[in-house]
């Protein structure tokens, strides 16, 4: 079981905006800013958004990031294709001595 | 240009050992934080574990499940990180990624490497 809780799969249409969440504790969330990772199919894990909302250079501002309490959101707008993989948070962890906790993961399919 | 290359995985029998190595080129590796994270087949991340510059004092830290049989270390002179695992277990058998910690957020993942494939069987 994954410290921080997302939903398993996650659809869309091209062109439509989807929404992932991302839930956690006082402990991780609560506490602490949290990270979003895209892992494309066959591919290492990406840094897509840092800070709860912020950009890597070439990252498309299609992608938005939120935080509120113990809950974090992934937003992709105009989704495209492409943009069909895995998608995963992280926080660190106050309870665990400052140790790195993901989400369980949620695969985006474009339908 | 960024880039973390890991070797050295394989198969490993349970009980056995193996060292992994990540080679980072691109940027001032001794002055990096650094991390591997590990992904089970079809399964999501895992944080194994961490390694602190030298300058912020060269700690580790290790996830629960990890902890007592692996040991992270660097070589600052070749540019190189390292996951030494003992005692390996079937449910270490897992893609192997190292990761730079901390550039851009607070210990976010900024950069990775490919992977490298463990298989712990018998």
């Known amino acids: 079981q994954s410290v921080l809780t997302q939903p398993p799969s996650a659809s869309g249409t091209p062109g439509q905006r989807v929404t992932i969440s991302c839930s956690g504790s006082?402990?991780?969330?609560?506490?602490?800013?949290v990270n979003w990772y895209q892992q494309l199919p066959g591919t290492a894990p990406k840094l897509l958004i840092y800070?709860?909302?912020q950009r890597p250079s070439g990252v498309p501002d299609r992608f938005s990031g939120s935080k509120s309490g113990t809950s974090a959101s992934l937003a992709i707008s105009g989704l495209q294709s492409e943009d069909e993989a895995d998608y995963y948070c992280?926080?660190?962890?106050?309870?665990?001595?400052?140790?790195?906790?993901f989400g369980g993961g949620t695969k985006l399919t474009v339908l | 240009e960024v880039q973390l290359v890991e070797s050295g995985g394989g198969l490993v029998k349970p009980g056995g050992s193996l060292r992994l190595s990540c080679a980072a080129s691109?940027?001032?590796?001794?002055?990096?934080?650094m991390s591997w994270v590990r992904q089970a087949p079809g399964k999501g991340l895992e944080w194994v574990g961490r390694i602190k510059s030298k300058t912020d004092g060269g700690t580790t830290d290790y996830a629960a499940p990890v902890k007592g049989r692996f040991t992270i270390s660097r070589d600052d002179s070749k540019n190189t990180l390292y996951l030494q695992m003992n005692s390996l277990k079937t449910e270490d058998t897992a893609v192997y990624y190292c990761?730079?910690?901390?550039?851009?957020?607070?210990?976010?993942?900024?950069?990775w490497g490919q992977g490298t494939l463990v298989t712990v069987s018998s």
């Open positions: 691109g940027f001032t590796f001794s002055n990096a934080w």
């Open positions: 006082s402990s991780n969330i609560g506490s602490n800013t």
């Open positions: 992280a926080a660190w962890d106050d309870s665990l001595n400052g140790h790195v906790v």
């Open positions: 800070s709860n909302n």
């Open positions: 990761t730079t910690e901390g550039w851009f957020g607070e210990l976010s993942l900024d950069y």
